[in-house]
């Protein structure tokens, strides 16, 4: 495949994240963010965001298995979740933390299971399509194309 | 979203930055992605940036900490902390410094997820130079930038 082809696949891969919502205009910021003296400032932000949503996400599920749930805590790890989910720009996965965080307030044990199970999936389906979206970035590279910058119309 | 606190005096000249000088400000957030997009966000609008993890560290990196070894004290131009901590609060990392008679100049930014009126208002009563709302965009670290550098001249 030819890099134009690369590119425009990348750009319609890109689009489609954002109009399914998995991602928002504060992951714009990120891309804004990587330069000539920053060339890895995405790939770098978005694996500490695998690495800490993977404690996070362990640490949640390990707080809710107990006989006690502490929920404060539990609320805890969710705020984290929520935070760093914002800042890059992961919508579903933050819009997933603050319906836990509500179910948290009600200490509602079934709901915060299933909360956590949204969390989940919501995770592990963004960081498919991150991962894949960086790969086609990689490959452009390879081939000595550039990234192209998303125009959205929002 | 932006929200400043209302001028008060000026900024002390001790702590004046001359044109061209990078200021050095202290990025404080338990959340290490938050951690390192201020940064980023910082270097890109020319400041030297350094991070600490918690109020604690903070505290110890300005001299006012139990921890402060001899002769480490650096100077900040400014301070930008998260609210929601673990420990000490953002809030009472500000009220610390305000207390100080060598800190208490330093104009110190407040950053939160939650857009909660009161504690907006309580941050600027007790001397937060300005509020910002995360997740913070380049462009809220241009206006803090201007702000800060509206001090110098």
Redesign the interface.
């Known amino acids: 495949m030819e890099v134009g082809q690369m590119q425009r696949r990348l750009v319609d891969y890109t689009k489609s994240l954002f109009m399914e919502g998995f991602l928002d205009a ?1 992951f714009l ?2 891309q ?2 990587q330069d000539e003296s ?1 060339p890895d ?1 995405v790939v ?2 978005v694996s ?2 695998f690495d ?1 949503s993977e404690k996070l996400l362990n640490d949640l599920t390990m707080a809710l298995d107990q006989p006690n749930v502490d929920f404060k805590k539990v609320d ?1 790890h969710v ?2 979740l ?3 989910s ?4 992961a919508q579903r996965v933050k819009n997933a933390c603050i319906a836990f965080r509500s179910f948290c307030e009600e200490q509602n044990i079934d709901a915060t299971l299933r909360c956590l199970q949204q969390v989940k999936q919501e995770y592990y389906l963004v960081k498919n399509k991150l991962e894949t979206m960086l790969r086609l970035e990689q490959q452009i590279v390879a081939a000595g194309g550039s990234i192209p910058m998303i125009e959205l119309g929002f | 979203m932006l929200s400043c606190g209302g001028g008060s005096g000026g900024c002390s000249k001790d702590m004046a930055v001359e044109l061209g000088d990078e200021p050095h400000v202290l990025a404080v957030d338990d959340n290490l992605i938050d951690r390192k997009l201020v940064e980023r966000l910082l270097k890109n609008s020319s400041c030297k940036v350094t991070t600490a993890e918690n109020a604690l560290r903070a505290l110890d990196y300005l001299g006012l900490g139990n921890d402060t070894l001899e002769g480490t004290v650096s100077e900040v131009n400014m301070i930008i902390t998260d609210y929601c901590m673990p420990g000490m609060t953002g809030y009472e990392l500000l009220k610390k410094i305000k207390e100080s008679s060598v800190l208490k100049e330093v104009p110190v930014v407040i950053m939160s997820s939650e857009n909660i009126p009161t504690r907006i208002s309580q941050c600027l009563e007790e001397g937060a130079k300005m509020f910002m709302l995360k997740p913070l965009k380049q462009s809220d670290v241009k206006q803090l930038k201007w702000h800060l550098m509206k001090c110098r001249n």
């Open positions: 504060q910021q990120l804004q963010l920053n400032f770098e932000v500490l965001f800490d805890a705020h984290q929520k935070g760093s914002s800042s890059i720009g």
